[in-house]
């Protein structure tokens, strides 16, 4: 037997974990042997080693046995494995402060009562809040994940050379001394990608807004991170939901809306809330995308599985290149369309396959047990001298 390998017994010994975890991983097809001979015996190796520390990471976290599952089975290809660690850190961090929320709150809760004081019942109430944040946690580590992943197929292999955050910046013209609002900022990665960009002169405000208060934690870090001296006098962060915007009328010379109206149930109501608080002559960018991009992906999936969807909605139904500008011609007298000219050439399977794993759809349920099938069918399709061609139909409404 090659050196590299280890015994059940030896591995569970470097790991300091039971054998019988590791066989309980091997028989939830969490982790597998890399190795097992024909006497069945099972060997593991250091790499294994690596994906154990993520399995025993992530039930820490407070993660379930489908959710581990779900996220390991990517565990072969190391763009994953770093992404993944760096995202543990981070969510590591929201653990801590959450923490410290919770411990704070107890204090304050026990000095009163020690004093002789009445149960405070808020404070109650504001421990049980802060201890059922674990689930949200999760969600925010795996959306983060998902977001992770399609950004980074973009930036390796778009045919267009100036990226597509760049791209947008230069559509919007923002200057010094505007009011501007952008709904749904994501992991702020608009405003990563153009820090040098960002206007920071004299009554400049820029407020970026999220339903997800995880998504703010994170754009703020990595925002703020750049640049911070000067940023944190012009942008700041604020959570809630689009349909409600918590801001009077005439509020804003711009609202920014990247590639998050087909996410909403009624984009109307939300053009018409936009409509409300940008001032007159104020001007909202919306992006979007056509029926035909990444349709390449789609046709790939089915052809390996039919019952597969990669959403449970067409986004581009809800709002679209093909009918943004008659949804928002109904609250704005001029209505622009441009579109990002671009596509992708993928050369290698593994960024595609994150991809695909990260979609909101029922792949995993087909996928996950076949995982391996699955990867080469994608590295065949990926392997080809000329690459594997995936159109983008992305674009932004100007609505004045």
């Not at 089975?73 to 961090?93: P, Y």
């Not at 009918?323 to 595609?352: C, H, M, R, W």
Request: net charge negative; aromatic share 10%.
């Amino acid at each position: 037997m090659d050196e590299k390998y280890l015994t059940s017994g030896q591995f569970a010994k470097m790991a300091k974990v039971s054998v019988r975890t590791v066989r309980f991983y091997d028989k939830q097809n969490i982790l597998k042997p890399s190795y097992v001979s024909e006497t069945g015996s099972r060997y593991y190796t250091a790499e294994d080693l690596v994906k154990l520390q993520q399995i025993l990471l992530y039930k820490y976290l407070g993660f379930s046995l489908d959710e581990i599952k779900e996220l390991m089975v990517k565990a072969e290809d190391q763009n994953f494995m770093v992404d993944s660690m760096k995202l543990q850190q981070t969510l590591i961090r929201d653990k801590i402060d959450q923490m410290r929320l919770v411990q704070k709150a107890i204090d304050d809760t026990l000095a009163l009562y020690e004093e002789g004081s009445e149960m405070n019942w808020d404070n109650m109430l504001r421990i049980i809040e802060l201890t059922s944040m674990e689930n949200s946690l999760n969600r925010q580590y795996q959306n983060a994940s998902n977001v992770s992943a399609r950004i980074r197929l973009h930036k390796l292999y778009s045919v267009n050379q100036q990226g597509w955050f760049s791209w947008l910046f230069d559509q919007m013209h923002l200057k010094s001394g505007m009011k501007i609002l952008e709904l749904g900022c994501g992991n702020g990665a608009l405003w990563v990608e153009n820090a040098d960009r960002i206007p920071r002169g004299k009554g400049t405000k820029i407020i970026l807004s999220d339903i997800s208060g995880g998504m703010l934690q994170d754009a703020s870090r990595a925002i703020l991170g750049t640049k911070a001296d000067t940023l944190k006098k012009v942008i700041s962060f604020h959570e809630f939901d689009c349909n409600e915007i918590p801001y009077p009328e005439n509020s804003f010379d711009v609202v920014i809306a990247n590639h998050m109206l087909f996410y909403c149930e009624d984009p109307e109501k939300v053009a018409k809330e936009i409509r409300r608080v940008l001032k007159p002559g104020g001007c909202l960018y919306a992006s979007t995308y056509g029926s035909r991009h990444m349709k390449e992906i789609t046709e790939l999936v089915k052809e390996f599985d039919e019952r597969i969807e990669l959403a449970a909605t067409e986004l581009y139904h809800v709002f679209g290149l093909e009918n943004g500008a008659e949804i928002l011609g109904e609250y704005f007298t001029q209505v622009e369309q441009s579109i990002y000219d671009d596509a992708l050439v993928v050369d290698k399977a593994e960024p595609l396959l994150e991809y695909i794993m990260s979609c909101h759809g029922n792949q995993n349920q087909y996928i996950i047990d076949r995982y391996k099938e699955f990867k080469l069918f994608v590295e065949k399709k990926t392997g080809r001298k000329k690459g594997f061609t995936i159109t983008k139909e992305a674009g932004l409404f100007t609505a004045k």
